[in-house]
């Protein structure tokens, strides 16, 4: 609101007050139709608008002036200020200072410009009361309660209101100019339908705006133009875009002012031209100036400024490596396996890794490794990049347990001495023996040893025989037909022989008759099919030297060999026989010997000797 | 005329009862009066103001406090007007109305629109229209605290329709369209929380209401128990406007309503009445109550307050005063 329409205004509203507080009740205030009856079209958004610009103005009885900017109000001038007297209020009671502020039916009128205001005007003369808008008039029809619409008013003979919609509950929101306390107010409120009527203004037109308005955009370089709201509520075409500047706001101009050398300008946000710059260089180079850079793979490139102050073409790439930094290879290797390379830093391959890939199967597929025993069960492995077949197994110290533990494929060979649990089906331990270690030439004695059967299962009677070892093709130097049960066979177990239980093997041998001779036999207790008892101690060392003679000589049978320092030499006395049957080849009764006759050295060598070959039985007795 | 309006009033009251299926809802009866005063300003009198080029004012609304007084919020004379039960001095000598003047509380300012007192005395003053805030006032001490009520959900003032206290705060309702909590349980400022309609108070929940069609309300609501349910209220007159839907003891649901025929010129009413229907879980009518007073050119925010025992109280206007009215729970 201008400054000078409000003081063109506001002697209206004093004189209209003035007027009104001598009134009596019912009020009536001075009103004087404008003298042009027709009433002005409006929209109803243009109602809702001018009725918002309202709020928070004073209720000012007698009053229909405020100020507005678009659709909000300004309070620049002032709001006013509505002081109650008492408590009937207002009338007499009201005082107000300021010159803005309405009451309800002043409200109403501008609000409906119904004095041919101006679009713009929210100042004028103050119409008539409330009541009058409870019946028709030549601004207004009057309508059924229930019809109500947006932009109509709602009339008391008290008060009056802007209507603006219902609430979901039934309740209306509506701008009223409430009283002196509240002032001007916007707010959902209840309304007793039985004292308000409904008041709908005339020419209220359906369109986009108001017939007469006016609206203005900016155009162009800073220009403005203008449209005009017709009859029927529409906008008019854009008029011509005038008030232009000379350029756009942010663009620039330059000129020349030497090689390479240009000023610039820029449009100011008034649409002129800012001052032209100092000379400045305008290329992107000078002539001369150089530039390299990396290009491909490692490689490098440059280019040079030319006279039109641009840089030229990059020259070709050079200097490259086979290969771009973190770029990677794979490919496949062996049966089954894949590689990679990576490419370094400087654009050079590294090294091929490691072969590898995955289990064929995932690692499930049996098959037979080169290895017997229990090594042989394997799976097919990729190693390497290569199919092989990995024992499940690694091969181990052999035990004595009816496997081939060390994968050589002999079956407890080497007689281990380590026992498995459940121990294999035959298994033989020597506990005790009785050996001749020196006899006169021809002499006969006897050989006992004690087998305790550690193995699973019984030996059957007359089925474990003491056989010669294999390779024995001839009877032994030893050998007694009538002690024998065979040339080959020493003796025999007669009885079964229970798991656990010992049992003896006696037999007789015969000295040879060659004086120095030195006859080695090992004997291995042998199953009826000819297999050997394998392990723990299942054998014995015979080992008998013939007394006298200056050079013995020596039998050895099948595997055996001569031990060194048991040899005899020539001279040495035979041993003397202990006449003990408890003893481990010393003392043993069963032997015979000559009378009178003393190889005592020689009898020491051959019982260490004895003692030699027969150490696992040894450690075996002092380990119990 | 007024006794043909009653005999209308009466007949309509028991076309509402026949229409009802299933048990005969019971009525509440005639309510007791807990209240009368006269306009004016002396002790006991409330203050009305006359429009004149503006609306017309009485007290706009009334509370009742945990000692069992009742609060009218008497704005006009810029104070609360306390009024204390009679109790015995009932029984010895019967009075018409329940309760009596006890004494007033100036408040500051004439334009609060809703009151609430707290366990601690302290009163809670809405003035949604000229400070746009809630006032918070210790009648001992005369403190004040005043917080804005625009924010988050609240873009103007003239649209708060009521202040709901709830266990876990103070709700405004905004445009019957969704509430928003504004102060904590102790009525310190908090962080706002928006829900749609607005909040149950017998439990968590929400609480939806509006006109509907065939002049009818719809209005649905969810606790925590149950999934969301309906109802349509509709009686032999168009609900016209309502006037409180809320959420009673076991779980019953109120509602109040103002309901009205118009007369043939579509420009007055024939007929007009405020009534209440409470309703079960399973949507059945339990108890209804009507009420001859309704609304007046005399604007007030409040009309009908619901105890927590699930009686109703109507502020009612008359030529002559102010009178408070109670129908007991269902």
Not at chain 1, 435 to 441: C, F, K, R, T, Y
Not at chain 2, 85 to 90: D, F, H, I, M, T
Not at chain 2, 208 to 235: I, K, N, Q
């Amino acid at each position: 609101m201008a400054a000078d329409a409000l003081a063109r205004v506001a002697p209206t509203a004093r004189a209209v007050r003035t007027v009104c507080c001598w009134a009596v009740f019912p009020l009536v205030l001075l009103f004087v139709p404008p003298a042009v009856a027709a009433t002005p079209a409006m929209t109803v958004d243009d109602i809702f608008c001018r009725a918002k610009s309202g709020v928070g103005f004073s209720y000012w009885w007698g009053g229909s002036c405020w100020e507005s900017s678009g659709c909000s109000p300004d309070y620049g001038g002032g709001k006013g200020k509505c002081t109650c007297t008492c408590s009937s209020c207002c009338g007499d009671c009201c005082n107000h200072t300021g010159g803005h502020g309405a009451d309800c039916s002043g409200f109403t009128y501008t609000v409906w410009r119904l004095a041919n205001l101006s679009q713009s005007d929210v100042c004028g003369p103050h119409g008539p009361v409330a009541a009058t808008y409870m019946n028709g008039s030549s601004d207004w029809t009057h309508e059924g309660d229930s019809e109500r619409k947006g932009g109509d008013a709602l009339a008391s003979k008290t008060h009056v209101m802007i209507f603006e919609k219902n609430s979901d509950w039934g309740e209306v929101w509506a701008w009223e100019a409430k009283g002196c306390n509240y002032g001007i107010v916007h707010n959902s409120r209840s309304i007793d339908w039985g004292s308000y009527a409904v008041a709908r203004r005339k020419n209220i037109v359906v369109g986009v705006c108001t017939p007469g308005q006016s609206q203005n955009e900016d155009c162009g370089n800073c220009g403005t133009r203008k449209r005009t709201c017709d009859g029927n509520g529409q906008w008019g075409a854009w008029g011509a875009c005038t008030g232009q500047g000379d350029c756009a706001p942010g663009s620039n101009d330059e000129k020349s002012c030497g090689t390479c050398m240009h000023q610039v300008r820029t449009c100011s946000g008034q649409c002129a031209w800012g001052a032209w710059s100092g000379c400045q260089v305008a290329g992107a180079c000078v002539p001369g100036d150089g530039q390299s850079q990396g290009c491909g793979n490692c490689g490098s490139q440059s280019r040079g400024c030319e006279g039109s102050c641009q840089w030229g073409g990059w020259s070709p790439c050079q200097g490259e490596g086979p290969c771009a930094p973190g770029q990677a290879v794979e490919e496949a290797c062996g049966d089954c396996g894949k590689h990679g390379r990576s490419c370094s830093a400087s654009c050079q391959w590294d090294d091929w890794s490691e072969c590898f890939g995955p289990d064929p199967e995932g690692g499930t597929l049996p098959c037979v490794s080169p290895l017997p025993g229990v090594c042989a069960e394997g799976r097919v492995r990729c190693a390497g990049g290569w199919l092989q077949c990995v024992g499940l197994v690694a091969p181990s110290p052999e035990l004595c347990d009816g496997l081939d533990n060390d994968c050589e494929g002999r079956t407890d060979n080497g007689e281990p001495q380590g026992l498995s649990d459940p121990p294999p089906p035959y298994a033989a331990e020597l506990e005790d023996a009785s050996l001749p270690a020196v006899l006169e030439p021809g002499a006969i004695a006897t050989v006992w040893a004690d087998f305790r059967n550690v193995g699973l299962f019984p030996w059957p009677a007359g089925e474990v025989w003491l056989t010669m070892e294999d390779g024995a093709e001839e009877p032994s130097p030893l050998y007694k037909a009538d002690s024998w049960a065979a040339w080959d066979v020493p003796a025999r177990f007669l009885h079964e022989v229970a798991p656990g239980k010992v049992a003896r093997l006696q037999f007789d041998v015969r000295a040879p008759d060659e004086p120095g001779r030195i006859v080695k036999n090992r004997m291995v207790l042998r199953l009826p099919s000819g297999e050997e008892i394998a392990c723990p101690s299942p054998s014995l060392a015979l080992s008998v030297r013939v007394a006298g003679g200056p050079n013995p000589t020596e039998d050895v049978g099948p595997g055996e060999e001569l031990a060194a320092g048991t040899d005899f030499q020539p001279g040495m006395a035979e041993p003397e026989l202990p006449s003990s049957a408890g003893g481990f080849g010393l003392g043993c009764g069963a032997s015979r010997t000559l009378p009178g006759h003393s190889d005592g050295p020689v009898l020491l060598l051959g019982l260490l000797l004895i003692l030699l070959s027969h150490r696992g039985v040894q450690n075996r007795t002092r380990g119990r | 005329m007024r006794v043909v309006v009653s005999g209308v009033a009466v007949l309509t009251a028991a076309l509402c009862l026949t229409g009802v299926a299933g048990a005969q809802p019971r009525d509440l009866g005639k309510p007791v009066v807990l209240l009368t005063a006269s306009w004016g300003q002396g002790p006991g009198q409330l203050g009305r103001k006359d429009g004149s080029e503006g609306s017309s004012l009485g007290p706009m609304s009334f509370t009742v406090a945990p000692d069992g007084s009742l609060y009218v919020l008497d704005q006009v004379n810029g104070r609360v007007a306390v009024f204390r039960p009679r109790g015995l001095e009932n029984k010895e000598a019967p009075q018409e109305a329940a309760y009596t003047f006890d004494r007033f509380i100036s408040v500051p300012g004439t334009t609060f629109e809703e009151i609430e007192v707290g366990a601690d005395g302290r009163l809670l003053l809405l003035d949604r229209l000229v400070r746009e805030a809630l006032v918070v006032l210790d009648p001992v001490t005369r403190d004040t605290e005043e917080l804005s009520v625009l924010g988050a959900g609240i873009p103007e003032g003239g649209g708060v329709m009521a202040v709901l206290v709830r266990k876990d705060g103070v709700w405004l309702d905004y445009g019957r369209e969704h509430s928003v909590r504004v102060l904590d349980s102790s009525w310190n400022p908090c962080e706002r929380k928006i829900v749609p309609g607005r909040p149950l108070r017998g439990e968590d929940g929400t609480l939806e209401a509006s006109l509907g069609v065939r002049g009818g309300a719809d209005v649905r609501y969810e606790g925590t128990g149950d999934g969301p349910r309906s109802l349509f209220v509709l009686d032999d007159m168009p609900v016209g406007r309502l006037i409180d839907v809320t959420d009673g003891p076991g779980g019953l649901l109120l509602v109040v309503y103002h309901c009205w025929r118009w007369a043939e010129d579509g420009d007055s009413l024939s007929f007009q009445e405020v009534r209440g229907r409470w309703y079960d879980k399973n949507g059945q009518i339990l108890a209804t109550l009507s009420s001859p007073h309704t609304i007046t050119p005399i604007e007030q925010f409040r009309e009908i307050r619901v105890l927590q025992d699930g009686s109703v109280v109507q502020m009612a206007f008359t030529p002559e005063g102010v009178r408070l009215l109670q129908w007991g729970g269902p």
